[in-house]
């Protein structure tokens, strides 16, 4: 069983920054691999960004060059910063392992 946790989310000016952190708890039983997607309103969720294992980093085109996912080096938590948030950065966003997800935490852009 694994169970996740974000946390940071709020509200933000647009060009700001905004650092969310996923808390990892329980036995990871699969090839460590833990991703963000986000879910606009009334929109779909889509994927964000992913790191695995050795820190291997992926990004959808939207986070490239603004958002950087990392983790820490025990692999209990990992963080997503962003940066230049614009009004489409709007969402919840979540942490996902497998078929695990987080509660998900909110970030509003807004002026």
């Known amino acids: 069983q694994v169970q996740l946790v974000e946390s940071g989310g709020g509200l933000v000016q647009p060009g700001g920054s905004l650092r969310l952190s996923c808390q990892i708890s329980?036995?990871?039983?699969?090839?460590?691999?833990i991703s963000w997607h986000r879910q606009p309103p009334a929109k779909d969720r889509e994927f964000v960004a992913s790191i695995i294992a050795d820190n291997s980093t992926t990004y959808a085109e939207f986070a490239k060059g603004r958002f950087t996912i990392s983790t820490n080096g025990a692999k209990n938590t990992v963080y997503l910063q962003m940066n230049n948030l614009k009004f489409a950065d709007t969402a919840v966003y979540h942490c996902r392992h497998g078929g695990y997800w987080g509660q998900g935490t909110l970030d509003s852009v807004s002026s």
């Open positions: 329980g036995t990871i039983s699969r090839s460590w691999i």
